[in-house]
């Protein structure tokens, strides 16, 4: 038995019925680098990907075969890919010769091993494979569900261990490919990808992509719909079904501002193209970082470019997180912190440093509120940057502390070294650490050799590894005070004292983050017949703006505020964005502790949410089949 197969013996021993029970106990042999993947990536790795599939969205069903370059250490005897619920069909490799290989155990949150025998020599695997109609990445949408109403559209969402659902890979962040594919599709739907894109359907319903640069399987995206597409600079530009095309283009018409900003502050952008697609309302997340193709939720489209710090957040992950990426999810904030942070300077270039302090000022709420919330749930630990998902779904870990406590640990290590220092270091460390992968201690050893200790003469002097180690929010956590937001402190006191009347605050001038900012503070102690006048006046609860609307809601569904029943029900029976349902339907639950309401809505919503989306409400709810 080579060193593989001994290795291998203790990975599976609690995932197979196996061999000697002594090895059962062996835990401390387990080789995995990833808890979330079956793979061995030190034994046998995978490096490119050629793809074939069809698209057959009567049956929704994807069939493929991925063909797998890889690379062993020359002993090795089997590959270990990670599944779900995929159905294998065939394995051979490069001489077309059947390989054979076995199944894991299902876990609920991991899905499976599938283990394939190989020589040591062994250069490709051919897995051919079709999807069940319920893979969790795969979202069917059905026409009457898009804005068209004629066609179906399907999209899929990957992050975090969602590839394996439609795609049999070794399903880590640490591990990078390349990859092309052929996807064959209906008549007149378009598909896309993370890679190079067309820009028009083409007669032989059949779609070549190629993307060059290395990429986890995370950042595996495709599309098919009916989408159109509009060019906004030479290197950008936006998809959409033909009825939103226009609305998006004048929405994201600074994607191209964006981009040079970004690059001027960290360098050269790496991915070719930026594009960005707006997706059906279904979309669970605001938007997904795909490399190429930034998927994107239609509720940032408010008409008035106000939510586009979004499309900051989804172009600033082209450094962090595309470029650099976290080892594993523990290492998450790696990827959001990071991100959070050079949305925030994206902005502040073109908007000014006033801009930037509102979206700072609304991030640290909610920070806290994330912070009081996993506190009162007994989770504190889960309120540290360094996580332990081991067990767990990574997507427990997708919460505000990756985005905003890292965000701020960022702002602080700036406050500490200088912007100009900082600016340099951070610069430098995308530069070092291009298409590789990142630990939260590997970050710890870069950041002493390169910022803390690179000059004795000015060694920073803080105890940072409190951010990363320790729950909660640290005391030298950096503040920013926006002038906008203390105007609007000013009228809302006014307001609710007595001061003003309705009709004598003075919104013109508002942006959604103020507006933001002023139904976050509103007092519960604020009559009911005041916030009927203040919404008569004003229109809250019938608003064309997502976020507004979501926190007029979440703001007034503990009063029993009556007027926002139903376009509370068709809010959320239309939009899918997990970043609204959460905290709606726990505002539900807890008005009406029975969950009837809560569940009624949710039933009727269900089916045409995301499995991500479902995944949460499920918990909140209470639901049962």
């Known amino acids: 038995m080579n060193k593989t197969s001994i290795l291998f013996t203790a990975l599976t021993a609690t995932q197979f019925a196996c061999s000697d029970p002594a090895e059962e106990t062996v835990e401390d042999l387990d080789p995995r680098i990833d808890k979330h993947s ?28 991925a063909h797998w370059s890889i690379e062993t250490n020359g002993a090795a005897d089997s590959i270990i ?45 051919s897995i051919a494979y079709t999807t069940p109609p319920s893979a969790k990445a795969l979202q069917w949408t059905k026409p009457e569900q898009t804005l068209g109403k004629i066609h179906p559209f399907l999209y899929t969402q990957s992050q975090a261990i969602l590839a394996r659902t439609w795609i049999p890979c070794q399903d880590s962040p640490g591990i990078r490919f390349t990859y092309n594919a052929q996807v064959t599709t209906p ?48 290197r950008t530009g936006v998809y959409a079904e033909p009825g939103m ?18 690059e001027a502050l960290y360098g050269p952008y790496a991915w070719e193209r930026y594009d960005l697609i707006v997706l059906p309302p279904s979309f669970p997340f605001g938007g997904m970082e795909n490399p190429r193709l930034t998927f994107a939720t239609p509720t940032i489209i408010a008409g008035d470019r106000s939510l586009t710090s979004l499309v900051a957040h989804e172009l600033a992950h082209s450094w962090s997180g595309n470029l650099v990426t976290n080892a594993t999810w523990d290492d998450f904030w790696l990827n959001e912190g990071f991100t959070v942070y050079f949305e925030r300077r994206i902005m502040e270039a073109l908007y000014g440093e006033s801009y930037m302090a509102m979206l700072a000022e609304l991030g640290y709420q909610d920070l806290e509120a994330d912070v009081h919330q996993l506190t009162e749930m007994d989770q504190r630990a889960d309120t540290k940057l360094k996580l332990n998902l081991e067990g767990r779904d990574p997507d427990d870990g997708m919460t505000d502390i990756a985005y905003e406590k890292g965000a701020y640990f960022l702002s602080m290590l700036e406050e500490k070294v200088g912007r100009e220092r900082f600016d340099a270091f951070i610069k430098q460390y995308f530069e070092e650490n291009a298409f590789k992968t990142m630990t939260t201690e590997k970050f710890i050893t870069y950041l002493d050799s390169n910022l803390i200790y690179a000059d004795s003469t000015k060694m920073v002097q ?6 990363i180690y320790e729950p909660g929010i640290p005391a030298n956590c950096p503040k920013f005070n926006s002038d906008r937001f203390s105007k609007v402190n000013s009228t ?32 519960d102690t604020v009559p009911v017949a005041r916030i009927a006048e203040f919404d008569q006046a004003f229109g809250l609860s ?72 479902v995944q949460s409400i499920d918990v909140i709810t209470d639901w049962k089949e």
């Open 38 to 65: 079956y793979s061995i990536p030190t034994e046998a790795v995978c490096t490119h990907l050629d793809l074939d599939l069809d698209v057959n969205f009567n049956n929704q069903v994807l069939t493929g075969t």
């Open 542 to 613: 019938t608003s064309g703006n997502s976020e507004i609307l979501a926190a007029w809601f979440e703001s007034t569904i503990p009063i029993g505020y009556e007027t926002i029943n139903a376009p509370l029900e068709n809010f959320l029976t239309s939009v899918g964005r997990r970043k609204f349902l959460t905290p709606l339907y726990k505002a539900l639950i807890e008005a009406d502790p029975s969950g009837e309401r809560a569940r009624a809505i949710y039933a009727k919503a269900r089916p045409g949410y995301h499995s991500v989306a």
């Open 492 to 523: 809302l006191i006014a307001w609710s004292d007595g001061t003003f009347e309705v009709d004598e605050i003075n919104t013109d001038d508002w942006s959604t983050h103020e507006w933001l900012h002023f139904i976050r503070q509103i007092s």
């Open 245 to 262: 095309i226009e609305k998006a283009a004048y929405e994201f018409a600074n994607m191209d501002s964006m981009l040079v900003a970004a």
């Open 187 to 234: 008549e007149g739907l378009m598909a896309l990808m993370s890679a190079t894109n067309p820009t028009a359907p083409n007669a032989e319903n059949s779609y070549a992509f190629e993307m060059n640069q290395p990429v986890p399987a995370y950042l595996m995206a495709l599309t098919v719909g009916d989408v159109v597409f509009e060019p906004i600079g030479e």
């Open 462 to 467: 803080t105890n940072y590894k409190e951010w």
């Open 81 to 125: 890919f990670d599944i779900n619920d995929l159905n294998i069909t065939g394995i051979t490799n490069g001489n077309e010769e059947k390989l054979k290989y076995r199944l894991g155990d299902h876990d609920p949150v991991m899905g499976q091993a599938l283990v394939v025998y190989i020589a040591p020599n062994t250069e490709k695997v």
